[in-house]
């Protein structure tokens, strides 16, 4: 019936649900990244009917992932989504989990998503956890990040440690950080 992700909800974050008299939803959620993991930091969201009509309509932003999104990712999409009122991150996960030989999913996941980017249908960002990020680069499917970083006011390439910076340099190029 309902995705948390849809809803700017991580699933993880759900301590309590009620549904209220009038038919809305109560969610109450905890930060499970917090600095304090005995007293995290909560927050009570209400979930209520809207017509379709009256739901902003966003761009849509696929995250791909070879495997299933580990929680950090899966936060940190939930967190954009919440802040984001003109695009809208979902991940597209290529690993099939209900696979019981686990090897196979990963080689069919892999070859799943290299059949989208070869047909131009791939993810708009990429999580490179498990991706021959080095391959792809050579062979053109990822974008150089760098004008990106002079272009922003926020955040500089300066901003991060030049050891890892330099360790994702490919000829002047950074595609992944």
Avoid: H
């Amino acid at each position: 019936l309902l995705k948390w992700a849809d809803v700017n909800i991580y699933s993880d974050s759900v301590m309590n649900v009620r549904v209220i008299p009038n038919g809305d939803i109560v969610v109450l959620c905890r930060d499970p990244f917090g600095e304090d993991p005995f007293f995290p930091e909560r927050e009570c969201v209400l979930l209520s009917k809207a017509e379709k009509s009256t739901v902003p309509v966003k761009e849509i932003i696929t995250v791909g992932t070879i495997s299933s999104p580990d929680n950090y990712l899966a936060e940190a999409v939930v967190a954009f989504n919440k802040r984001n009122n003109k695009y809208r991150a979902e991940i597209k996960s290529y690993m099939d989990t209900n696979a019981s030989d686990t090897m196979n999913a990963f080689e069919n996941a892999v070859k799943l998503f290299n059949a989208e980017l070869v047909s131009g249908n791939g993810p708009d960002i990429i999580c490179l956890s498990n991706v021959d990020w080095e391959n792809l680069a050579a062979k053109g499917a990822l974008e150089d990040l760098t004008p990106y970083f002079s272009d922003d006011s926020q955040i500089k390439k300066e901003d991060f440690v030049d050891a890892v910076v330099n360790a994702y340099d490919m000829g002047g190029k950074l595609y992944t950080l």
